[in-house]
């Protein structure tokens, strides 16, 4: 299983970034991928996560009402539009993926968790916000 991230960047306070994770090597229909991030000096986060079969989505509060999570199963690739980005969002993001599950109970367990749940990872892309 391979997971590319891709789409950081430097933006100023305000701005807007779209994070993009393609996901291969797996066939599993049921799964969900998640995105974290981790700024210096602090522990891992979940941001916001997303299931394949239901449709679920978990936001962390501290990007709710900016960010918005979206796939395209037909790519195998997971979004995350970021708005309003604030200058607390500067981090390195990761997307991951556990596979074999899916449904509210586990896309909220993804998002409120540190990725320990997590069974594949890509490489980070660094997001920094700042004027």
């Known amino acids: 299983v391979q997971l590319q991230a891709s789409g950081g960047g430097l933006v100023q306070p305000g701005g807007s970034l779209r994070l993009s994770c393609a996901a291969s090597?797996?066939?599993?229909?049921?799964?969900?991928i998640g995105w974290f991030r981790q700024a210096p000096g602090k522990e891992r986060e979940g941001v916001s996560c997303?299931?394949?079969?239901?449709?679920?989505?978990y936001y962390a509060d501290s990007v709710k009402g900016r960010f918005t999570i979206s796939r395209d199963n037909a790519k195998n690739t997971v979004y995350l539009q970021m708005n309003d980005l604030k200058p607390e969002d500067t981090a390195v993001y990761y997307c991951?993926?556990?596979?074999?599950?899916?449904?509210?109970?586990?896309?909220?367990?993804?998002?409120?968790?540190?990725?320990?749940?997590?069974?594949?990872w890509g490489k980070g892309t660094q997001v920094t916000v700042s004027s």
């Open positions: 090597g797996f066939t599993l229909d049921l799964n969900v």
């Open positions: 997303i299931d394949r079969g239901y449709g679920s989505t």
């Open positions: 991951a993926i556990v596979v074999g599950v899916g449904g509210d109970y586990y896309v909220e367990r993804c998002g409120r968790g540190n990725g320990g749940d997590m069974d594949y």
